[in-house]
Each structure stands twice: as structure tokens, then as C-alpha cells.
Nanobody, 125 residues
């Protein structure tokens, strides 16, 4: 059984930084495409960033381009989301997800097979 566990959330002032980590176990991590999604109160879950299984390609939603960086360490079965220049509108629960399919559909939450429980990120103004 594949387990996905996020960590690194917290509270920060606007302009600050956080790094989220997502550890995966129970499956061949190096074959999974990985993604980050977020959900703010009263809103639908939205795509944030994704990375291919090899790390050769990354995708970002427009609102985080230039501020967030997704990366992975296949040796540690971990994916990271470095979040810089945080804004209050980045406040949300951040979810990590793994896609076991060969096709890469980074923005499609339905394509991801395994999800973590989420970690809260709160950005104050």
C-alpha cells in the first residue's frame, strides 16, 4: 500500500518562505509523477505544481510561477515544494499526490492515484 505524507506546513508572514516535503513509501517512487494541489476554505482543490517521474519536466499554475519550485529526490522517495514570496492568497491546505500512470497529466487531479492528508499553510498580511 502506498503512503503519502506531507510535512513542512505552518504560518508565515507575507513575503516569507516555506518548504513542503512529501515522503512516499510502499511503491516505486521513481516511477511516479508527483504533484502538489491546494484547497482554500470554501474553494475547490486546485493544481499547484507537478513533476515527471524523472524530474525532467515541471509544470506550475500561473499564480505561483517564479515563486514556487517543485523538485524531487528519488533516492529519498521525496518531493519538495519550495514556496517563496508567499502571499495571503497562498493560504490553503496543500496536498501531495502520486500518479502511477505513464501518461503525464499534471493538472488533472483525477489522474493522481495516491494522496496525502494535507498540510496547512497560512500566510498572514
Amino acid at each position: 500500500q502506498v503512503h503519502v505524507v506531507e510535512s513542512g506546513g505552518g504560518s508565515v508572514q507575507a513575503g516569507g518562505s516555506l518548504r513542503l516535503s512529501c515522503a512516499t513509501s510502499g511503491g516505486p517512487f521513481s516511477t511516479y509523477h508527483m504533484g502538489w494541489f491546494r484547497q482554500a476554505p470554501g474553494q475547490e482543490r486546485e493544481f499547484v505544481a507537478a513533476i515527471t517521474f524523472s524530474g525532467s519536466s515541471t509544470h506550475y499554475t500561473d499564480s505561483v510561477k517564479g515563486r514556487f519550485i517543485i523538485s524531487r529526490d528519488n533516492g529519498k522517495s521525496t518531493v519538495y515544494l519550495q514556496m517563496n514570496s508567499l502571499k495571503p492568497e497562498d493560504t490553503a491546505v496543500y496536498y501531495c499526490a502520486a500518479d502511477a500512470d505513464r501518461a503525464f497529466r499534471p493538472r488533472d487531479a483525477a489522474a493522481f492515484d495516491y494522496w496525502g492528508q494535507g498540510t496547512q499553510v497560512t500566510v498572514s498580511s
